[in-house]
């Protein structure tokens, strides 16, 4: 099974983790060179860590065939109510 596609705000946190990462490769000072390498380093870490978690969530069949009998018996009731 595959898991969800990643959100755009998740799309955006990868971004700003390259674009910090390349900053780091700048002739800057150290200390901004560092600052930038453990942002990025920390926006890595929470990236995998949302996606491992959807990754970790599954959708199982009985539960998805138990929703569709769910949807059918409130729209026989929803009939039987207009009648």
């Known amino acids: 099974m595959t898991a969800p596609p ?3 705000w998740q ?3 990868a971004l ?12 800057l000072p150290t200390t901004v060179r560092l600052v930038c390498v ?4 920390g926006l ?3 990236v995998l860590t949302l996606r491992l ?3 970790r969530t ?6 998805i065939d138990d929703v569709y009998g769910r949807i ?4 026989s009731e929803r009939g039987r109510r207009r009648r």
């Open 6 to 8: 990643m959100r755009p």
């Open 11 to 13: 799309n955006l946190l």
């Open 16 to 27: 700003l983790a390259t674009i910090l990462a390349a900053g780091a490769l700048l002739p």
């Open 38 to 41: 453990g942002t990025a380093v």
């Open 44 to 46: 890595i870490v929470l």
């Open 53 to 55: 978690r959807a990754h």
């Open 58 to 63: 599954r959708r199982e069949r009985e539960r």
């Open 72 to 75: 059918e018996r409130i729209r």
